[in-house]
């Protein structure tokens, strides 16, 4: 599992300030702008890790889609609380557009207050739009052929991206979810350290 310090090579390389396309510059929502040390660039990479994987390092609220050798794009995340978050290694096991979503019981029993709408009606589900909290994407991460109820997805709070206040979730911007969904195949390895 890499660290920090050996997946960056020389710290963090000098970096595009934004990114050319214009879906990862534009801001989520008009009212709200990203600070900038979270803002989707490109950094160098140690020469071990290899292309085509994602590694996300919650203590410092980024994820790196590694595009080519010595290559990746950072991208600025929320994670999940302390003792709510998932580690260790996965793969993207399934992706979705809009999602439906459905808190884990452990949520509703920690939060019955946040999820009224959950309590006491086990089948109800929330259909995929703009006020579904996996926003527009997800990415689901699965271990050993099963799903670990982790995912990376969009939000419905882009304030909370470099913070530590999720469920144990990994947050994206929903443009920046879209640009890594469109981007990495079902199969694509992910380290979270």
Request: with cysteine; hydrophobic share 35%; aromatic share 10%.
């Amino acid at each position: 599992m890499p660290s920090r310090r050996r997946f960056l090579a020389n710290g963090l390389a000098t970096g595009v300030a934004a990114l050319a396309a214009p879906t990862l510059a534009a801001a989520q929502v008009k009212e709200f702008e990203l600070a900038e040390p979270l803002r989707p660039r490109y950094v160098r990479t140690a020469d071990e890790i290899t292309p085509g994987q994602i590694i996300v390092m919650p203590q410092k609220h980024f994820l790196y889609w590694v595009v080519e050798q010595n290559k990746a794009i950072r991208y600025g995340v929320g994670v999940g609380r302390a003792g709510l978050s998932f580690q260790g290694k996965a793969v993207v096991g399934r992706k979705a557009e809009w999602p439906s979503w459905r808190p884990t019981a452990a949520m509703i029993e920690r939060n019955p207050q946040q999820y009224p709408k959950f309590v006491g009606d086990d089948d109800y589900i929330m259909p995929g739009g703009p006020g579904n909290p996996l926003g527009a994407r997800a990415l689901y991460l699965f271990k050993d052929g099963r799903d670990t109820y982790y995912r990376i997805h969009g939000t419905t709070q882009p304030e909370s991206i470099g913070r530590s206040d999720s469920s144990g979730c990994i947050r994206m911007l929903n443009s920046h979810v879209k640009h890594l969904y469109d981007q990495v195949p079902v199969g694509t390895p992910v380290t979270v350290v």
